[in-house]
């Protein structure tokens, strides 16, 4: 099982910065890709941004230029810096890893989702 907890959010206003920030527990999982997810009320989760383990991303076309996510691969954590922030990035953002278990099979996990408003 891996265990992933995030940090960050909070409220801000449009224009405004904010980092958000996830640790996944590895055990004996070998971790792949990470990135974030985001769900907005009466919307369904989107990606936001996900990183490979060689630093390859990917971005969403409402974020591109405004966000960089980044990682560390030997302390497992994922984080997202977003600038230039609009009320429309307002939503629960979630991270998640890919991992393999020790049977090659991939699992995906989730963190419990971190509030981000972006006030007008």
């Known amino acids: 099982q891996v265990q992933v907890v995030e940090s960050g959010g909070g409220l801000v206003q449009a224009g405004g910065s904010l980092r958000l920030s996830c640790a996944a527990s590895?055990?004996?999982?070998?971790?792949?890709?990470m990135g974030w997810y985001r769900q907005a009320p009466g919307k369904q989760r989107e990606l936001v941004a996900i990183?490979?383990?060689?630093?390859?991303?990917n971005y969403a076309d409402s974020v591109k230029d405004r966000f960089t996510v980044s990682r560390d691969n030997a302390k497992n954590t994922v984080n997202l810096q977003m600038n230039s922030l609009k009320p429309e990035d307002t939503a629960v953002y979630y991270c998640?890893?890919?991992?393999?278990?020790?049977?090659?099979?991939?699992?995906?996990?989730w963190g419990q989702g971190t509030q981000v408003t972006v006030s007008s």
């Open positions: 990183i490979t383990t060689g630093g390859r991303t």
């Open positions: 590895a055990g004996s999982f070998s971790i792949n890709d």
């Open positions: 998640n890893v890919v991992a393999t278990g020790r049977d090659a099979t991939r699992y995906n996990y």
